[in-house]
């Protein structure tokens, strides 16, 4: 067997790890501890939610992550203003979506300085 078969779960189940951390020091209100489970098939930790509609919702817990950070660094009201104008709403869009520069390390680099300063989001 290889000794290198299973760095990618390890690594996953660590990044999902950390992340599940952040969401709940940096959300505390809205998460808690019972909200997240482990996925035994991907070794990743996920948040699970039940919806209006009585359907259950299962999301990677650095989704939910990158998902809240987007949320709260976008300017929600410019954007909703120019696209009624019709103007360019793209500079304030976020920064941390997913591209060539931004992937999970700066994201997950980023919340952990988010959290050492003290920041709680709503």
Known sequence: MNKYSNRKSRIDKKVTKRSMELLLKLLPDYYSKDDFYLDEDYKEWHYA???YYGEFDSYD???ELHNCLITETTDWENVSELE???GD???YYSRWRLGSKIGRR???SHCHQLVKSGVVWG
């Open 89 to 91: 709403a793209s500079p």
């Open 84 to 86: 009624v104008n019709g």
């Open 106 to 108: 700066e994201i997950i």
């Open 61 to 63: 817990a650095f989704y």
């Open 49 to 51: 939610k039940t919806d």
